[in-house]
């Protein structure tokens, strides 16, 4: 999505892209492909580079020879002397309203805590993890979002909003909005214990549960929501609140709620 969501977004802007930047790491964050191999499916037409190591970044960004960059859940803490390559810097996007969860998970708690919105902020990069001053910020409704595709769908459409904003402060030279000290949080991997589905919460805790792991940047010794159901091991991949997309009804705390997608837990 990054690739293709935000390369689509730049061209229409009127900005060339160079090439896309990632690292070989898989079988952690975002499942078992590599994220060289996501990219390569993605970039149609962008040069793909994949750094074998954080002291291989800035070289490779060098060889691009970029005005910016744009890095969108990239995976590991860029180094100092990487910074610096891009004659304007680097801009992270990052799914939350900073200082709000900052870290590799923001989405996911955002659904887990049953935030109404989704916030987003482009701020510049700097040495610590989603620390940078803000270019612009703003929020998505997230109160009717049922599915993944649905999040992430209306994340692009946030960032849409957001880029250009962020770009034209960039372009001036802006050096953005130092982040205040006060709210700051960290939205780290989920712990094992929240894989297990526990029927004895709510059925609404119950349904963000769910939709919370496939949103989720996951490790691979654990990932939800699990559950004993009709005898099976399962992963539940969908629940609703009513009976009206069918599914096997799970008694909660409260209510009921209905599984209405699962797949072998093995």
Do not use: K
């Amino acid at each position: 999505m990054a690739v293709a969501g935000i390369g689509a977004m730049l061209r229409t802007l009127g900005h060339e892209v160079v090439g896309v930047l990632t690292t070989p790491l898989e079988g952690d964050r975002y499942g078992t492909d590599s994220l060289g191999a996501i990219a390569l499916q993605a970039a149609a037409g962008f040069d793909v580079l994949v750094a074998g190591s954080p002291s291989r970044i800035a070289p490779l960004l060098s060889v691009l020879d970029a005005d910016v960059a744009i890095s969108a859940a990239f995976p590991l803490r860029i180094p100092d002397d990487a910074l610096e390559v891009p004659r304007f810097g680097i801009v992270n996007t990052h799914p939350a309203l900073l200082p709000r969860y900052r870290g590799p998970n923001p989405m996911a708690w955002a659904v887990r805590n049953g935030d109404p919105e989704l916030g987003y902020t482009v701020h510049r990069m700097d040495a610590d993890f989603d620390t940078g001053a803000i270019l612009a910020q703003g929020t998505t409704p997230l109160t009717a979002i049922e599915r993944p595709d649905e999040l992430f769908g209306a994340m692009i459409d946030l960032v849409g909003r957001l880029l250009p904003a962020a770009l034209r402060r960039v372009e001036a030279g802006d050096a953005g909005d130092p982040q205040p000290t006060a709210g700051a949080s960290y939205a780290g991997f989920f712990e094992a214990a929240y894989a297990e589905i526990d029927w004895s919460h709510t059925a609404e805790a119950v349904r963000r549960q769910v939709l919370a792991w496939r949103v989720a940047a996951i490790r691979p010794e654990h990932h939800g929501a699990l559950a004993t159901i009709a005898g099976e091991r399962v992963r539940v991949l969908h629940a609703s609140l009513d009976d009206t997309q069918g599914g096997i009804p799970m008694q909660c705390a409260d209510a009921p709620i209905w599984i209405v997608e699962s797949q072998p837990a093995s």
